[in-house]
């Protein structure tokens, strides 16, 4: 699986403590490798996100993206569940 990020995932990313941005890695990983595992608890997003998708990070940090194509796609955004559901 092929993923890009857009900036403002990125600047988020740059913001966060060491110890999470091991745990982004370590997901984003096990995301290219298989993205439907359990452990990403990987679903589709209702509303203002509607055609996204997120993925768990920890058991309240989140990361949004949009398939692009079957082989890629897009992080968009990264938060705790209420910054990005609230």
Known sequence: MNYQFHNHFKK??????????NTVDKKLLLFSENPHSSTLNNHT????????????????YRAI??????????????????????
């Open 12 to 21: 988020t990313y740059l913001k966060l403590p060491k110890k999470l941005k």
């Open 45 to 60: 997003l209702i509303g203002k996100y509607k055609n996204y998708r997120s993925i768990n990070i920890t058991g309240d």
């Open 65 to 86: 993206y949009k398939e692009i194509s079957k082989y890629k796609v897009l992080f968009v955004k990264m938060g705790t569940h209420s910054e990005l559901y609230g």
